[in-house]
């Protein structure tokens, strides 16, 4: 997933919800993906994210209208007509305002999840450290 930037600031609601501040396989700065040589890893950007499974966020971004919205991210590859994509970030819902609402569904199981269609997502577990 290629982020312009992230919101830095973790609320206390945020913290009380299980929400950390990240470095996380996969999440970098875009604008450091166009200046980076082919072979050159890219560093993860910290971001504030909840780890709902080995393969699963929810992540703190800006909307477009600079306010905070929450989107919940899976984290593998895409099988379509017998190619498969790089394990990546997709999206796994439309983005939300609020994080405690979409916590509670999709613990209880009433959140949805996109699907692709004609093509099967295959979760990936991904790699995270608190900073």
């Known amino acids: ?8 600031d973790l609320t206390e609601d945020e913290d009380s919800l299980g929400f950390r501040r990240l470095l996380i396989q996969g999440v ?9 040589l082919p072979g050159v890893q890219l ?11 080995r393969y699963e966020i929810l992540l ?3 909307a477009l209208d600079g306010s905070t919205e ?3 991210q899976r ?4 099988m379509c007509g017998g190619v498969s994509t790089r394990p990546d970030w997709y999206p ?10 979409f916590i509670q569904e999709y613990e209880v199981g009433v959140s949805k999840v ?12 991904f790699q995270f450290e608190a900073v």
Do not use: C, D, W
């Not at 970098?28 to 980076?36: L, Q, S």
């Not at 560093?43 to 499974?53: C, E, N």
């Open 43 to 53: 560093q993860p950007l910290a971001v504030i994210a909840r780890i709902l499974s």
């Open 1 to 8: 997933m290629k982020l312009r930037g992230a919101p830095e």
């Open 60 to 62: 703190k971004l800006f």
């Open 28 to 36: 970098e700065r875009e604008r450091e993906i166009r200046h980076t």
């Open 70 to 72: 929450y989107s919940h």
């Open 114 to 125: 996109v699907e692709f269609r004609g093509a099967a997502f295959t979760p990936v577990l």
């Open 75 to 78: 984290f593998g590859y895409i």
């Open 92 to 101: 796994a819902s439309l983005p939300v305002k609020n994080a405690a609402m």
